[in-house]
């Protein structure tokens, strides 16, 4: 995932038309998967609206390890480092839209466009921050403050309309816990 930095949000404004025509706008409802555990990645998804979940399952529930909205990247970016098949499933959280865009269309047009290379090393970039960000979430001692972590850090986009039980999963608590620390949270 990579949600832009504020450092390069002016230059993706300006490259999105030569971007969006290096792929093809899709449209995607929720609970569509994008991409599945398994693939190798060959593309990504330019997330231009809406929200995906990244997940993997472990004895048959959800581990949600990312939520991207706007200005993301969505893809199994450990797969692409590595060629590996991807652990991790993605699927919309809501109704999405973006750009899909061939990762092979991507490397061959950095030559002709040079700022494609700086866009990559910033997916890098967030994709770790994002990972980063998890765990330093994970790590917090309480529920609460796990969550309050969670509403600070996170997209509004995401915090707004990630269902509650996707909430719970990705700071690793049963959605009933959630449910029950937010009840407290409201007591005066």
């Known amino acids: 995932m990579f949600n832009i930095t504020p450092k390069i949000q002016v230059e993706i404004n300006e490259y999105l038309p ?5 792929g093809e706008r899709r449209t995607f409802k929720k609970g569509d998967v994008i991409f599945r555990a398994g693939d190798r990645p060959d593309h990504l998804l330019y997330l231009t609206e809406g929200v995906v ?3 993997y399952l472990s004895n048959g529930k959800e581990v949600i390890l990312r939520l991207m ?4 990247a969505a893809f199994g970016y450990s797969s692409f480092i590595t060629g590996a ?3 991790e499933t993605i699927e919309c959280v809501q109704a999405c839209e ?3 865009i061939s990762l092979k269309e991507l490397d061959d047009k950095k030559q002709e ?3 494609l290379y700086v ?3 910033y997916m890098a970039e967030q994709h770790y921050l994002s990972m980063e960000r ?3 979430m994970l790590h917090h001692k309480s529920l609460e403050q796990r969550y309050r972590y969670f509403l600070d850090v996170m997209d509004d986009e995401v915090v707004e309309n990630t269902p509650m039980h996707c909430v719970a999963s990705y700071l690793g608590v049963t959605p009933e816990s959630l449910s029950r620390m937010k009840r407290n949270l409201e007591r005066p």
């Open 85 to 87: 098949p991807s652990q």
């Open 98 to 100: 973006g750009v899909w």
């Open 18 to 22: 030569v971007l969006q025509s290096l």
């Open 119 to 121: 866009m990559r090393m």
């Open 69 to 72: 909205s706007k200005n993301s």
């Open 134 to 136: 998890r765990l330093i």
């Open 53 to 55: 979940k990244s997940y």
């Open 113 to 115: 466009y040079p700022w």
